[in-house]
């Protein structure tokens, strides 16, 4: 098994194999790096739900999946239950939005 240092990012790893023969100090800062790195997203994440709503929003969120998941709705399916021209009005958005960026 290969050691590793970097993360994934998006999918893509941005890591490269670490050398069996090199040092544990080498090794050992890659991986205080690492935890700073994990740390830092962490902190950035947990400061997202300190905002007003946004825990409520997501528990909403959570209990609209548990629902569809159980009655064997797709999400599509949801919104459009709750706001039934959502997606034309968000297709028509997107068209002028292309029509838009493609006179540029």
């Known amino acids: 098994m ?14 490269s194999p670490v050398k069996p023969n090199e040092s544990k100090s080498l090794i050992l800062a ?18 997202v739900l ?11 969120l959570a209990e609209l999946d548990t629902l569809a998941t159980r009655h ?3 999400p599509r399916e949801i919104i459009m239950m709750l706001e039934p021209n ?15 960026n493609s006179t540029k």
């Open 30 to 47: 890659q991986l205080l790096k690492l935890e700073r790195r994990i740390e830092s997203e962490y902190d950035s994440a947990s400061a």
């Open 86 to 100: 959502y997606f034309e009005t968000a297709d028509e958005q997107q068209l002028e939005q292309g029509a838009a």
């Open 72 to 74: 064997d709705f797709s």
């Open 50 to 60: 300190e905002t007003p709503g946004v825990v409520e929003t997501l528990r909403f």
């Open 2 to 15: 290969k050691h590793v240092q970097g993360m994934s990012k998006n999918g893509v790893t941005d890591a």
